[in-house]
Structure formats: structure tokens, C-alpha cells
């Protein structure tokens, strides 16, 4: 596993615990339903501040049951989910292709045409794109233009 | 952050609704011209929508012993500017109303305004300030997140307050209430949507890093103007080497930048 995945990894693992700890700490038993959603709650503190209130409109469409919401609730994050995994993937194919077809031309140089940010109009200094210009290829040279990535940065943060 | 359908009184509904409006229009003009300016941004941009999809769809348990979900409105907004979020966000929040009776089409006004409007603001806001003092891309990212994600319910806390104002302490005792109610409970979440939020931008910078810097995410200065400063250049390449790999390579981009400099 490469440092880089660990970080990632790392930060999927305190994201789960964020979540899991309130349950397994048992920070609803104070509650007569723990756990509710934070949106019902403020219904009821509505109705609290305002017992005679009454919602003046209601839903087009009501799930019939709390099977069905879930399973519209997860079709939500399914859907989400799934577009953002095909760009990654996407994303990841078309890089692997582009990385194929250099090494079959060869050098490095030419990385720097395909790989290299397209803000040419930008650049005021040719310094700097030479500067970006040999860190892109050296990463490709390195064969872990990806992978490495982030690691500097970890360093930094670390 | 969801008022429900019918839960605010009809003149809140319609002010909220007449607050968002021009905002969302003015998000559809600047998404059309992303897209029309840029085809290669509505990969990115639909991107940025699933990721709004997901997180606001993850109910999570958190230390008050009730459930919220995040927003994720920060990403996007780091992104693409925070008017592209407006209608991203509307959307997400048009899908709940209507498919899940979670939110309303009364109170859409109002969520999109707190949701849509005011989260990817603040968010991007405090995104641009952090970048302007170089502070690292991903700290500044975390942060825009975590910013996004606590605003949003702090202004769904005020919009209650405002239209139910307790009968003995007024405005500010409401706000106490739903504030407890909303905003504590989402501390962790936000920091939750902060990790998340950084670990999808760790692999945007791995995957899509000329798409970002098209977008001007490496810069710490707003605007990418012609001609720019050598202070932003210089930074714009320390980041450029902060996400590339070799240590020889960072060193190359650093001595240039000191050149800049």
C-alpha cells in the first residue's frame, strides 16, 4: 500500500469512527428515541414554541413506508455515488492510455504536450512552465506520477 | 437542515423563496456559460453534483444523539465559484422534496437559501481567504468544507428562530433552541464532510491536475489575471511541486519560484 493510499485510507478510518462513536459510546440513551434526525427534532421544537401551529401545505408524494424511503434514499447516494466513481475511472483510464501511448513514442518531452495544464496563456514567465514541465515528466519518468503525488504534501502537512 | 414541507408560515416561505431566486438565476446563467465556455468542465461539474448527491443523502449519527447529513456544497464551490452550487444544491434539495417528502417545495425557497446559497459562500469565501495567506491547498479545502457544511445549518437555525420566535424569550431564545438543535449536532458532521471533502480533492489533484489548475485551484490569488504577479506564479508552482512527486523535481520548481519571487 503506498503512502498515499494509506493517507487516504487513513482519512476514510476517521470519518467511520466519527460516525460510529456516538453509537457506540451511547450518546442517544438520554433519549427516549435516540438517534432521530435532526430535521424531525426541529419539527417538534416547532410544536413546542408553537403548539397550535399546523403545516399549512404537505408532500406531493410521501414514501408509503420507511422500506421505501431508504430505498429512495440510497437510489440518492447510489446515483451520486455512481457518477462520481465513472469520472475516476474515467479519469483514470484516459491517463493510463495517454501514459501507453507516450511510452510507446517514447521521452518524456512529449509528456509534457498531452499532460501538461493547459494554461499556457497564463504563464507570463517561461521559468515557470519549464519548471512545471520537468516535474510533470519526472513524475512520469518515476512511473508514479499519481502515487507520488500527495506524498509531498503529506510531508508538509506532517 | 431540511425545514419541512408546510413548516414555515406563507409569508417566510415566499421571502425566502424571492431571497434564493435570483441567485439560482444567476447560477443557471454562469453554469450554462461554464459549460458553453468549457465542455471539458461538465464531467467536473457533474462530479461535483454526485458528490452534493451522496453526502446529503448520508444521515449520520453524531454526539448529541440525533442524525444530520453533511451538505456537500464546499466542493463544488471551491470548484466552479459558488454559483454553480446554487443550482446544483437546488437540484439535490428539488429531488428530496419531491421523490423523498424530505424538505418541501414550500420551504425550498428557504433551504435553497441556506443549503445552496449561503453554504458554498461562506464556504468559498473562507477557501479564498486561507489561499490568499498560503495556507496549504488542502487545509484551506478542509476548511471551505467544514465552513459550507456549518453555515448552512446555522442559517436553517436563524430561519426557524425568525419565523418561530419563542413566546418568552424571543428570537435569540429560539435561536438557542434550534441551534442546539442543528448547528451542535453538526459539528462533527462537518468535520466529517471536511475529510471527505479533502480525500476526493486528494484525488482530483491525482487524476484531473490540468482541469484544476485551469480552474485556478493552485493559485492563492482570486482572479488569474494575464501577466500575473511573480508571487503568484512562485506560489502557483510550489503547488504545482507540493502535488507532483520527486523530491529532486520540488526542488527544481522551488528554485524557480524563488526566482520569481
Avoid at chain 1, 494509506?6 to 435516540?34: C, M, R, T
Avoid at chain 2, 452550487?85 to 421523490?99: D, E, K, P, S
Wanted: charged share 15%; net charge negative.
Amino acid at each position: 500500500m503506498s503512502r498515499n493510499a494509506k493517507i487516504n485510507a487513513l482519512l476514510l478510518l476517521v470519518v467511520a469512527a466519527l460516525a460510529v462513536l456516538p453509537l457506540a459510546l451511547g450518546l442517544g440513551d438520554h433519549k427516549k428515541e435516540p438517534f432521530t434526525g435532526s430535521d424531525s427534532e426541529a419539527e417538534t421544537a416547532i410544536t413546542e414554541i408553537e403548539p397550535d401551529y399546523e403545516p399549512w401545505f404537505s408532500p406531493l408524494y410521501e414514501p408509503p413506508s420507511g422500506e421505501i424511503e431508504s430505498a429512495l434514499f440510497a437510489l440518492q447516494a447510489a446515483l451520486g455515488a455512481g457518477v462520481l466513481a465513472y469520472y475516476f475511472g474515467l479519469r483514470r483510464g484516459r491517463r493510463q492510455g495517454e501514459l501507453r501511448a507516450l511510452a510507446d513514442r517514447g521521452g518524456p518531452d512529449a509528456a509534457t504536450d498531452t499532460s501538461a495544464p493547459d494554461d499556457s496563456s497564463r504563464d507570463s514567465s517561461g521559468n515557470h512552465s519549464t519548471g512545471r514541465g520537468e516535474s510533470v515528466g519526472g513524475g512520469i519518468g518515476s512511473g508514479s506520477g499519481g502515487s507520488g503525488g500527495a506524498d509531498a504534501s503529506a510531508v508538509r502537512r506532517a | 437542515m431540511h425545514i419541512a414541507e408546510g413548516f414555515l408560515p406563507p409569508a417566510h416561505a415566499v421571502a425566502w423563496g424571492v431571497a434564493s431566486a435570483p441567485f439560482v438565476v444567476h447560477g443557471v446563467r454562469s453554469l450554462t456559460r461554464e459549460v458553453r465556455e468549457h465542455p471539458e468542465s461538465t464531467l467536473l461539474i457533474g462530479a461535483s453534483g454526485a458528490f452534493t448527491f451522496v453526502l446529503s443523502a448520508l444521515k449520520l449519527p453524531s454526539v448529541t444523539g440525533s442524525c444530520s447529513h453533511p451538505t456537500g456544497t464546499g466542493l463544488g464551490a471551491v470548484l466552479f465559484r459558488p454559483p454553480v452550487m446554487a443550482v446544483l444544491g437546488t437540484i439535490t434539495l428539488l429531488f428530496q422534496a419531491l421523490l423523498l417528502a424530505h424538505g418541501g417545495l414550500t420551504t425550498l425557497g428557504a433551504n435553497v437559501f441556506s443549503m445552496a446559497i449561503v453554504g458554498p459562500w461562506a464556504g468559498y469565501g473562507i477557501y479564498r481567504l486561507l489561499r490568499r495567506f498560503d495556507v496549504p491547498l488542502m487545509v484551506a479545502v478542509f476548511f471551505a468544507a467544514f465552513v459550507a457544511d456549518l453555515s448552512t445549518y446555522c442559517v436553517t437555525s436563524v430561519q426557524l428562530a425568525l419565523a418561530f420566535p419563542d413566546p418568552s424569550s424571543g428570537f435569540l431564545g429560539a435561536l438557542g433552541k434550534f441551534g442546539s438543535i442543528f448547528a451542535v449536532t453538526q459539528i462533527p458532521l462537518a468535520v466529517s464532510e471536511g475529510l471527505l471533502t479533502v480525500l476526493v480533492m486528494r484525488l482530483l489533484v491525482q487524476s484531473s491536475r490540468g482541469e484544476l489548475t485551469r480552474l485556478g485551484v493552485f493559485l492563492t490569488k482570486a482572479r488569474p489575471r494575464t501577466g500575473a504577479t511573480g508571487r503568484a506564479d512562485a506560489a502557483d508552482a510550489a503547488d504545482a511541486a507540493d502535488v507532483t512527486g520527486t523530491t529532486d523535481t520540488t526542488g527544481t520548481t522551488d528554485t524557480t519560484g524563488a526566482v520569481a519571487r
